[in-house]
């Protein structure tokens, strides 16, 4: 079965960091760039961050930049995200999305998220 | 950075009734990189146009996308109740970033 699933979310104060993982299973991980894309409460999407196969094409929102770090190791077919300096406008919904380069760079694939709430 | 507004921002119509949304890009986007998801409450998005007008695996043909340069719809031919979501347009950018829409809400009447 093809799936992501997150995990790491949780409640965190101001200023402090978390680290979010996603883990793949299913299909060609080490083939397929990935994405971090957020949804706060009773918001939109938000895409955050996207890494390539390689680990050599690495992209990030502004509003992300400087302070989360995108990696991947495709030996053990997971994503992960480290969050330094939160802020209250962090508090989202996370989640891992494939992209397939073969539909335009859209996302096809898409875990169930993992909540992160920064609040003191 | 190129922005996406969709409108209406709410669709109240009835099952069997014809949707259309409509995403407008504050600059010219290429077709192929202009894809469309669903979002049911508590779920994940799910991929249902790429390329503009292609439908993702799976996806029935009562959905259909079309559209260029800056304006792109999204049409329902007719609505079933499990189409009853939010709809978000997304693009892929020359800047290497991809951008939402602040979607669409298609509600039932």
């Known amino acids: 079965e093809v799936q992501l699933v997150e995990s790491g979310g949780g409640l965190v104060q101001p200023g402090g960091s978390l680290r979010l993982s996603c883990a793949a299973s299913?299909?060609?991980?080490?083939?397929?760039?990935m994405n971090w894309v957020r949804q706060a409460p009773g918001k939109g999407l938000e895409w955050v961050s996207y890494?390539?196969?390689?680990?050599?094409?690495?992209y990030y929102a502004d509003s992300v930049k400087g302070r989360f770090t995108v990696s991947r190791d495709n030996a053990k077919n997971s994503l992960w995200l480290q969050m330094n300096s939160l802020r209250a406008e962090d508090t989202a919904v996370y989640y891992c999305?494939?992209?397939?380069?073969?539909?335009?760079?859209?996302?096809?694939?898409w875990g169930q998220g993992t909540m992160v709430t920064v609040s003191s | 950075e190129i922005v996406l507004t969709q409108s209406p921002g709410t669709l109240s119509l009835s099952p069997g009734e014809r949707a259309t949304l409509s995403c407008r890009a504050s600059?010219?986007?290429?077709?192929?990189?202009l894809a469309w998801y669903q979002q049911k409450p508590g779920q994940a998005p799910r991929l249902l146009i790429y390329?503009?007008?292609s439908r993702a695996t799976g996806i029935p043909d009562r959905f259909s996308g079309s559209g260029s340069g800056t304006d792109f719809s999204l049409t329902i031919s007719r609505l079933e109740p499990e189409d009853f979501a939010v709809y978000y347009c997304?693009?892929?950018?020359?800047?290497?970033?991809?951008?939402f829409g602040q979607g669409t809400k298609v509600e039932i009447k």
């Open positions: 999305a494939r992209l397939r380069g073969g539909y335009g760079y859209a996302f096809d694939i």
């Open positions: 299913g299909f060609s991980f080490s083939s397929s760039g």
């Open positions: 600059q010219s986007v290429s077709s192929s990189y």
């Open positions: 890494i390539n196969s390689g680990s050599v094409n690495i």
């Open positions: 997304q693009q892929y950018g020359s800047s290497s970033t991809w951008t």
């Open positions: 390329g503009a007008s």
